[in-house]
């Protein structure tokens, strides 16, 4: 992946990081990028598959083929849904690029910012829930911790209900 800017977007699957996903298509990949997903499951006991296996260092890069194999996404405990699908098919069509999953377990927080560094990426793109600032000061932002601790460019996506 040398020479090539690595895109990184965080998804959960969720419509806010649908909609991140879809800004950084539209907006920032170009022809020739690494389109990287960024995902995090939460930290637990993992008694089989892939997640076992992976658990400390984060999932091998997934290519797109896979995310629409049902059966090896099982193995990762992650389900891409039909719409994001088909944003990331209808962008590697259009455009000239490798769109990739890297999966985490663990504090999202943490590991969005440890795969900036260890992919590494480009920059990342990340939506954020609107959350009020009471469920903010409780639950902490990972947009937030992202902004202020990662090592390359951030670019968050609010999302808004009315528009």
Request: negative net charge.
């Amino acid at each position: 992946m040398d020479g090539e800017r690595r895109v990184g977007v965080a998804v959960d699957f969720s419509p806010c990081s649908k909609k991140a996903l879809k800004w950084a298509v539209d907006n920032l990949v170009r022809d020739g990028d690494h389109l990287i997903l960024v995902t995090i499951r939460p930290e637990g006991y993992y008694e089989e598959g892939e997640m076992q296996l992976w658990e400390v260092t984060g999932s091998p890069l997934i290519p797109l083929s896979e995310l629409s194999d049902l059966s090896m996404m099982k193995k990762y405990g992650v389900k891409p849904d039909a719409e994001t699908l088909d944003i990331l098919n209808t962008a590697a069509s259009q455009k000239d690029i490798v769109v990739v999953m890297k999966i985490y377990w663990g504090d999202a927080r943490e590991k969005i910012c440890e795969a900036i560094d260890k992919i590494p990426l480009s920059c990342i793109v990340i939506g954020n829930r609107g959350l009020g600032k009471i469920k903010r000061a409780i639950m902490g932002s990972v947009s937030n911790y992202v902004v202020n601790t990662a090592s390359c460019p951030v670019t968050v996506v609010k999302n808004v209900d009315h528009e």
